[in-house]
């Protein structure tokens, strides 16, 4: 357990400054993805099997497909691929406008950027690092003022089935004897959680789940025109499209 | 020996990792993924508090089932709440990249004085 948690815990360490540094979106995704795919690493060395499962379907699965699709449908390009403030581009633009030839020349000059071996990083912000380390010490701070029962994870109950079996006095094949044998951490013990202690709550997010499907369909549509749907305008010939 | 403070320590590196990325890109999708980033963390404190939970086996009311569950079931709801606000912030950058395209969060700046 410990092996398996510190060798993810480096993999997540790993994608996550994969997220953080590298400049091109797609790059980044992967990073994410490496670091979410590491955490349910994590949840199964924190016997949280379940979980863990449900962290790659739904993040590893679902949300990364998503990224993709729309780093697809989008222009990844923003002002961090020239590596200039944004006042400079800004004018590097407008120099584009009235004099195309400088812009030739300038593209010239920049060629031997291309070779540098960390072009593919993007520009640290000094100020955002300073604040997210603040953050760091202060979560670190606050951890190491944790009480002492936080030093180490407990003997897990032997079986759930309504009382808890104490783990020192009944062992593991007199527990999976009992006809209520439930093990921590498993489908059965997590969805028996849901559905007999938090049964209003599942059946929200059900309904927020699908509230936010029909929104992002709303949101991502083309023709929104001649729909009547309000703060949007009839365009002549497009209507009939809609 | 593997003890809780070791793992809430790496799900506040992610954390802060997390807030690093919001606070410094530009491109929206990036942001995006750090806020994912940040709530993978905050699962990770969640189980964690939840294992400890149930290791303080005692017998007494809040240690059964539901109880030393509970933080798994909060994870589980955390990562519906984080896939609807993917989903919706996703459609949203679509459609903000459909009007000015562009995905830079700078240019989205139409109420400002």
Redesign the interface.
């Given at each position: 357990m410990d092996f398996l948690f510190f060798i993810s815990a480096l993999v997540a360490v790993a994608g996550t400054f994969l997220l953080i540094t590298h400049r091109h979106p797609i790059y980044a995704l992967l990073g994410l993805l490496v670091a979410l795919t590491a955490s349910a690493g994590v949840f199964l060395a924190l016997d949280a099997p379940f979980i863990a499962v449900a962290q790659i379907l739904i993040y590893a699965g679902a949300l990364a497909v998503m990224f993709l699709f729309v780093l697809m449908f989008t222009d990844t390009r923003t002002d961090e691929d020239t590596g200039l403030p944004k006042a400079v581009t800004a004018r590097a633009v407008f120099d584009v406008a009235l004099t195309r030839p400088a812009r030739i020349k300038k593209k010239k000059e920049g060629e031997p950027s291309k070779y540098n071996p960390l072009r593919f990083l993007a520009p640290v912000n000094p100020m955002a690092l300073v604040i997210s380390l603040c953050l760091l010490v202060c979560a670190t701070f606050a951890i190491g003022q944790l009480p002492d029962s936080f030093g180490a994870f407990g003997t897990l109950p032997t079986a759930y089935d309504g009382t808890l079996m104490n783990p020192a006095t009944v062992t593991a094949q007199e527990a999976a004897a009992n006809p209520n044998y439930l093990e921590y951490g498993t489908t059965e013990a997590v969805s028996r959680t849901i559905f007999e202690g938090f049964p209003l709550a599942f059946e929200v997010v059900s309904l927020l789940i699908f509230a936010a499907l029909l929104g992002a369909v709303l949101l991502a549509r083309r023709h929104l025109a001649g729909t009547g749907m309000p703060g949007t305008q009839d365009v002549g010939k497009e209507s009939e499209h809609a | 020996?593997?003890?809780?403070?070791?793992?809430?320590?790496?799900a506040?590196?992610?954390?802060?990792?997390g807030?690093?990325?919001v606070?410094?890109?530009?491109?929206l999708?990036?942001l995006?993924?750090?806020l994912?980033?940040m709530l993978?963390a905050v699962?990770?404190v969640l189980?964690?508090f939840?294992?400890?939970w149930?290791?303080?086996?005692s017998?007494a009311e809040g240690?059964?089932?539901?109880g030393?569950?509970?933080g798994?079931?909060f994870?589980?709801?955390v990562?519906?709440?984080?896939?609807?606000?993917?989903?919706?912030g996703?459609?949203?950058?679509?459609?903000i990249?459909?009007r000015k395209?562009?995905?830079?969060s700078?240019a989205s700046a139409d109420l400002k004085g």
């Open positions: - | 020996m593997l003890e809780p403070k070791i793992v809430l320590f790496l506040a590196f992610l954390f802060s990792a807030v690093y990325g606070l410094s890109r530009r491109h999708i990036m995006l993924m750090s994912e980033l993978n699962n990770i189980v964690t939840s294992r400890v149930a290791g303080r086996w017998g240690t059964g089932l539901i030393a569950h509970s798994q079931f994870t589980l709801m990562m519906a709440v984080a896939a609807a606000e993917v989903g919706i996703l459609a949203i950058i679509v459609a990249y459909r395209h562009t995905a830079d700078d």
